[in-house]
């Protein structure tokens, strides 16, 4: 009698820690965070939170259509495929599978290069004060938006910058 019980408790498979479909399932209703959440990233989920309540919010004003409308919908999807992406590498690695080994072999994306330069901190604090400048109507968001295509010139430099560093060492 042991022994039949013994041989029923190999075939039970063990429950994975984390529902890529029940991340998904949340996240389509509830595009706040949840799915972070679910996951236990809870500073993830506090971001997602964050950038889905100003999306939300720039979306009132009606200025900026339809880019900030598809910034909205672009960020609700992206959402929803990290959630389900992230429960998926919880669990191989609950399973003893190598995460970094699966990661690198599901998305094949490089690692970026450090630069180590202060370039992001400055362009974040420079455009969290612009659009508190915005906010405090100093500046308009139809201006605002007029130059929004400095941001990808200023990257694009950034980037010209880093290549001609690396090449000069």
């Not at 950038?51 to 339809?66: E, K, W, Y």
Request: contains cysteine; neutral net charge.
């Amino acid at each position: 009698m042991n022994n039949k019980k013994e041989q029923e408790e190999k075939y039970v498979a063990e429950r994975a820690p984390k529902s890529p479909a029940l991340a998904g399932i949340l996240t389509f209703f509830f595009p706040i965070g949840t799915g972070a959440l679910y996951n236990g990233q809870i500073k993830k989920a506090i971001f997602f939170f964050l950038a889905f309540s100003g999306l939300v919010t720039l979306q009132t004003s009606g200025r900026g259509q339809p880019f900030l409308a598809l910034c909205l919908a672009g960020f609700c999807i992206y959402q929803i495929y990290d959630a389900v992406h992230t429960a998926k590498l919880i669990n191989l690695g609950y399973l003893g599978e190598d995460i970094e080994k699966q990661a690198r072999s599901v998305d094949e994306i490089p690692e970026p290069v450090r630069s180590g330069s202060i370039f992001w901190g400055l362009v974040l604090i420079v455009l969290g004060g612009v659009l508190l400048l915005a906010n405090y109507q100093i500046i308009d968001y139809d201006t605002l938006f007029d130059f929004w295509p400095l941001i990808i010139i200023v990257i694009g430099f950034k980037f010209i910058m880093d290549y001609v560093s690396r090449e000069k060492k």
